[in-house]
């Protein structure tokens, strides 16, 4: 039988608008105790796999200063709390991104884990096609710099296959929507 192990004491240690960081004192089942354990509580945050009438996958390019590196993703981020539904927050974070707007309401993919082991929250993926494109991108203070980059599924699909697409969780959204539209075949 699992059993989840026992918080003892739990402490917060950094609280900002970019990290809350605690630091628990556990036991396992078994009696084991496990100090400090750190866990980061996160917001949910949505992405969104937007694919355009010619077979392109809208995407954008940015500075990660984690890895020191610029990156192309997935646009997405957290849900506001105006937002009327997660498929709505990455309908907007589309919109702001990148000037792309849904035809419909986007349509799940997953949802699934950003990191168990000392993260608290999930990563929503939604797929939209026949997205158009409507306007320049509203970009935030830390997106600066980020790029529109529109890329064709093969391409997209090749980047997959060939380590090209570094981001974790990118690579498991798109893996699914394609499989979802029948790009990839399993």
């Not at 009327?84 to 792309?100: C, F, M, N, Q, V």
């Not at 830390?142 to 997959?160: D, Q, T």
Request: net charge negative.
């Amino acid at each position: 039988m699992e059993k989840n192990w026992t918080v003892l004491r739990s402490e917060r240690l950094l609280k900002d608008r970019w990290i809350d960081l605690r630091a628990d004192r556990c036991q396992t089942p078994s009696g084991r105790e496990i100090s400090p354990y750190y866990v980061l509580s996160y917001a949910d945050w949505v992405n969104i796999v937007a694919i355009t009438e010619a077979d392109e996958v809208v995407m954008v390019r940015q500075y990660r200063h984690g890895v020191a590196a610029w990156v192309t993703e997935l646009p997405g981020g957290v849900a506001d709390p105006e937002d009327p539904s997660l498929a709505g927050a990455a309908a907007r974070e589309l919109l702001e991104e990148t000037g792309y707007r849904v035809a419909a309401l986007p349509e799940p993919v997953c949802s699934l884990y950003a990191n168990p082991a000392t993260n608290t929250n999930r990563v929503h993926t939604f797929l939209a096609r026949g997205v158009t494109f409507d306007r320049a991108p509203n970009l935030e203070a830390g997106e600066e710099g980020m790029s529109v980059h529109l890329a064709p599924v093969a391409e997209v699909v090749a980047g997959l296959r060939s380590g090209g697409i570094l981001q974790s969780m990118h690579v498991a959204a798109l893996s699914l929507a394609l499989m979802a539209t029948g790009h990839i075949r399993t």
